[in-house]
């Protein structure tokens, strides 16, 4: 069953993403981080037997997922929108052939985390972001680097494992249409709508898990009263 609350320019579901999304209005961005699981790993029984061989039929799942995910943006994101996925170098490639078919551009933006995470030989410091372009995207004629550089949410002030820093989704909103929607069909815990209700923006977020539902109607609640306190005091 799918719960819709409404909070001031927000509007959040509990449900469904690929059902809700045949539903949701036309939008003027999608800026979302679907779950890029990685493929099982293979398990032998005897320690020293050599590992199964890998082979690509492997992301056979994740890649069908992801194609479902791109079908119900593409039905969504108006013909001059553009999109922000955000993926790993591990899933880029599935990401990529799911965007392609939907988009005029597709290209990797970077995020440096600005601090590494722990590991061995090459320690974890980035994500990708598949960047897509509509066919009626207006051409801008200068713009800022594709390596952008915001230092991640310290685990401990987590309330989502995935959060990202409201700051960084703040500057992939502010590319956005004024005054348009942004769609994230993936929420969380809303670190999204938050950035675009602090950027004036209008917002609708999916989450299925009950409990970061419950999170992202409080984030967005606060958001909102936030941004009505600005709003009277530049009134006054």
Not at 143 to 150: A, S
Request: charged share 25%; aromatic share 10%; with cysteine.
């Amino acid at each position: 069953m799918v719960e819709a609350v409404t909070i001031g320019r927000a509007t959040l579901y509990c449900g469904d993403c690929v059902e809700i999304m045949q539903h949701v209005e036309k939008v003027d961005a999608v800026i979302t981080d679907p779950p890029f699981f990685h493929p099982v790993q293979h398990y032998v029984n005897a320690r020293n037997a050599a590992p199964a061989k890998k082979t690509l039929s492997d992301l056979s799942a994740l890649k069908h997922f992801f194609r479902v995910v791109a079908d119900g943006i593409d039905c969504v994101l108006k013909d001059d929108g553009s999109l922000y996925w955000f993926c790993d170098g591990q899933s880029y490639g599935a990401s990529f052939e799911a965007v392609y078919p939907h988009f005029k551009k597709v290209r990797p933006l970077i995020w440096d985390k600005c601090v590494s995470f722990n590991g061995y030989t090459w320690r974890h410091q980035h994500e990708l972001i598949v960047w897509g372009e509509r066919h009626l995207c207006p051409r801008i004629p200068t713009g800022d680097g594709d390596i952008i550089k915001f230092r991640s949410v310290p685990i401990k002030e987590r309330v989502h494992p995935a959060q990202k820093p409201v700051a960084m989704l703040e500057a992939l909103v502010q590319k956005t249409p004024e005054n348009g929607t942004v769609f994230d069909p993936f929420m969380g815990s809303a670190s999204t709508g938050v950035a675009a209700l602090q950027q004036g923006r209008n917002f609708i977020g999916v989450e299925m898990d009950r409990s970061y539902f419950d999170i992202a109607c409080k984030r967005i609640e606060q958001a909102q009263r936030q941004g009505d306190l600005f709003i009277e005091g530049a009134a006054v």
